[in-house]
């Protein structure tokens, strides 16, 4: 699918299977979103620019590359977004980070804003968007709307799980965002849920329902 990426790697298809079982355990899958995030964020981050500089091992000076620009922020959707955050930021502890609150309206499927805190100078700074689901893609367009109106310009998408309805969506409001994902799902149910998916990923990891 054009402007999609599926994260193929088998680590990634093996710990997205026990995610999904229905009898894995809080902890067990926290940790393991937290471990897709760091994995899928490797792919994200694939042709970040690079720059040639100066350094000296303890043998000897040499050119060597270093990640180029400022820094890159990552922007959890919360509150699912925190668990792949997490193992995100283990890969790039330097990245900045924005906060998008919101949340689907269990009626009428549309997003409610409720929280949005950013650093400055996003025009200058690739941005991650990071939320486990891609369902409806209503929350996602959301996102990108705040963040292109906070100044963002180079965005990118990481999720768990998309559904094609719901990357439909979002390609028809936000062609020039590519997305990331472990698995590209069957199709939503009458609830927007992506089937088969795995639930809701908050109240997963949160052990919240």
Known sequence: ?????????????????????????????????????SLVCYEVTRD???????????LQTMS???IAGKKLVFAAILRSGMGMLEGMLELVPAARVA?????????????VEYYFKTPGDLENRLVVIVDP?????????AAVDRLKEAGAKDIRMACLLAAPEGISNFQGHHPDVHVWTAALDERLNDH???????GDAGDRMYGTK
């Open 1 to 37: 699918m054009k402007g999609v990426t599926v994260v193929d790697h088998p680590l990634v298809s093996h710990k997205l299977t026990l995610m999904r079982k229905k009898d894995t355990s809080t902890k067990s899958f926290r940790q393991l979103l937290k471990e897709i995030g």
């Open 48 to 58: 970040l620019p690079l720059e040639t500089v100066e350094i000296e091992t303890p």
């Open 133 to 141: 689901m891609l369902a409806t893609g209503n929350t996602a367009i």
């Open 64 to 66: 060597a590359p270093t």
């Open 99 to 111: 906060h998008v609150g919101l949340y689907r309206d269990p009626v009428t499927l549309g997003c």
């Open 192 to 198: 927007g849920y992506i089937l088969p998916g795995l």
